[in-house]
């Protein structure tokens, strides 16, 4: 079983949607937990990271958590063509990070 | 300039060379990742290093050599490549706070013919 799992995709929602990105992860010690968008070709960029329970908001931007479910979610509001990219989900636990295999989003203008 | 820097940002090279990809960070983070990254399998960690002379294994360190000597610099060696090991190669560095998370350089691109 991979530590940290997400739907592969491909995700299309219209632009001004609310893009709905979901994740889980499977070791109850992981502590904080990042969402990265990687557009093809380039380097992963840290968007978020969540380390308590509940929604934290930034920018059109909300990462949610839930340990008891041990689910991240990451919801983009008013979504942009600029933001159709690969978005990974990233969990910390010790001192390694464990990734899923990311979400392709498209967003259709 | 400030950052985390990768080079070379290509390569190809045969199979049985040695390899050292080279980076560099500005930051002063304490941790420092070596990932790759392959279609299938997303982003699996070969090496991390906490601090200067603190190495340790991640996922998939076989084939691998590491070694940091300044906090700045974190050279990956693939001691005799394989075609196995070509990929997508990226560098990654965090603070001593874990959980603010990664930042990566911009991956160098290995081909192992």
């Known amino acids: 079983q991979k530590e940290v799992e997400q739907n592969s995709g491909p995700l299309s929602v219209p632009e001004g949607a609310i893009a709905s990105l979901n994740c889980t992860y499977s070791d109850r010690g992981s502590q904080s937990f990042f969402w990265y968008r990687q557009y093809s070709g380039k380097s992963p960029e840290l968007i978020m990271f969540?380390?308590?329970?509940g929604d934290k908001e930034d920018g059109r931007f909300t990462a949610q958590l839930n340990k008891a479910s041990q689910y991240v979610s990451l919801l983009i509001r008013d979504s942009q063509p600029s933001d159709s990219a690969t978005y990974l989900c990233a969990a910390n636990t010790g001192n390694q990070f464990y990734f899923g295999t990311g979400t392709s989003l498209t967003v259709i203008p | 300039d400030a950052g985390i820097t990768q080079s070379p940002r290509y390569k190809i090279t045969e199979t049985g060379r040695q390899v050292t990809l080279m980076c560099h960070q500005t930051?002063?983070?304490?941790?420092m990742f070596w990932y790759r990254q392959d279609l299938g399998h997303g982003l699996r960690l070969i090496y991390y290093s906490a601090a200067a002379d603190i190495t340790d294994k991640g996922e998939v360190p076989d084939g691998y050599v590491v070694s940091r000597s300044k906090t700045e610099n974190f050279p990956l060696t693939l001691e005799s490549a394989t075609r196995s090991q070509t990929s997508v190669y990226f560098c990654?560095?965090?603070?001593?706070?874990?959980?603010?998370?990664?930042?990566f350089g911009p991956g160098t691109r290995l081909t192992v013919t």
């Open positions: 969540i380390y308590s329970n």
């Open positions: 930051w002063s983070h304490s941790y």
């Open positions: 990654a560095s965090s603070e001593y706070r874990r959980a603010l998370g990664q930042y």
